[in-house]
């Protein structure tokens, strides 16, 4: 059945350090991909997506790595700091079916000043 | 400019009693989803409402669950008979239509809800 999993359940990292979360889903008919990120008592807020055309894609000090050969999806932080400090979680759409978000089980991400 | 407002963010319930869950959606948005969050795991898909429809209830619990997203009004979800193991968080999020192109899911905040 679908699954997205994720290899690391907690990263540590210094303030500065480049942070990268790991994430890898098995539907092959998976079309686009989420990354949340969760603060505390609060909901999932949006970070970066990126749609099964494409293996890269950019935003402010985050990037998203698509691997479709080998179901692989990244996240890359750069110049990690305090504020980042959460559960991050991919989700992923199929290109079959409606459109409900198939989750992770999460990272959490640990900034220590 | 509000987001997804759902209420109560917290919820007391005692084993047998109902709970009602409420979502308002982001202006613009017709369309809701519904998803359980247990302690540290990922968010559940539950179900997929459309204005007076329900598009995909995959996800949701045969008996004592129920969803609702009247023409007029927040969407509802609602569990009769509160167990102990109903005890999660439930988030709901919106967007405008279907498909990628209406994508992401913006979510609210949650409702936290515990069973005595």
């Known amino acids: 059945g679908e699954s997205v999993g994720l290899h690391l359940p907690t990263l540590s990292v210094q303030e500065g350090d480049n942070s990268i979360i790991n994430c890898a889903y098995s539907?092959?008919?998976?079309?686009?991909f989420i990354w949340y990120k969760q603060e505390s008592g609060k909901g999932p807020q949006f970070i970066i997506d990126i749609r099964s055309n494409m293996d890269k894609r950019q935003g402010q000090r985050v990037t998203v790595l698509l691997n479709k050969t080998v179901k692989h999806l990244s996240l890359q932080i750069a110049a990690t700091q305090p504020g980042d400090s959460a559960v991050y979680f991919c989700a992923e759409i199929s290109n079959t079916g409606f459109q409900k978000l198939v989750f992770g089980t999460g990272t959490r991400l640990l900034v220590s000043p | 400019n509000a987001g997804v407002m759902q209420n109560p963010r917290h919820l007391v319930r005692r084993r047998g009693q109902e709970a009602r869950l409420r979502c308002s959606p982001m202006?613009?948005?017709?369309?809701v989803y519904w998803y359980r969050q247990l302690p540290e795991e990922g968010l559940k898909f539950m179900v997929y409402l459309q204005k007076e429809n329900i598009i995909d209830e995959s996800g949701m619990p045969k008996e004592r669950f129920s969803a609702e997203f009247p023409k007029e009004g927040p969407s509802i979800l609602r569990i009769q008979q509160v167990v102990r193991g109903d005890s999660a968080a439930y988030f709901c999020?919106?967007?405008?239509?279907?498909?990628?192109?209406?994508?992401?899911?913006?979510f609210g905040d949650g409702t936290r809800l515990s069973i005595l």
């Open positions: 539907n092959s008919a998976s079309d686009y």
């Open positions: 999020a919106s967007s405008p239509g279907t498909g990628v192109s209406n994508q992401p899911q913006h």
């Open positions: 202006k613009g948005h017709s369309h």
